[in-house]
């Protein structure tokens, strides 16, 4: 995620990209997992399961802090 994009907004994607036919491999690849290292990336992709499972909004919120710092 774009360090400058309003957290919002990238809620409000994960959201929209929730309802893809394969969530899962729509939203790692939006959050470029394999561009990670490899724990960063295993625990992002564990953290985008939770997500596409419960739909919750904080677990997004919590996705998207998670994925700041991976790309910091």
Do not use: C, W
């Amino acid at each position: 995620m774009n360090p400058k994009e309003d957290p919002a907004t990238g809620v409000q994607m994960l959201l929209a990209l929730r309802k893809e036919a394969d969530p899962l491999r729509v939203i790692t690849e939006y959050l470029k997992v394999k561009e990670m290292g490899p724990s960063d990336h295993i625990r992002t992709k564990h953290e985008a399961k939770v997500f596409v499972e419960s739909g919750d909004v904080k677990a997004a919120e919590n996705l998207l802090k998670q994925i700041g710092r991976a790309h910091v």
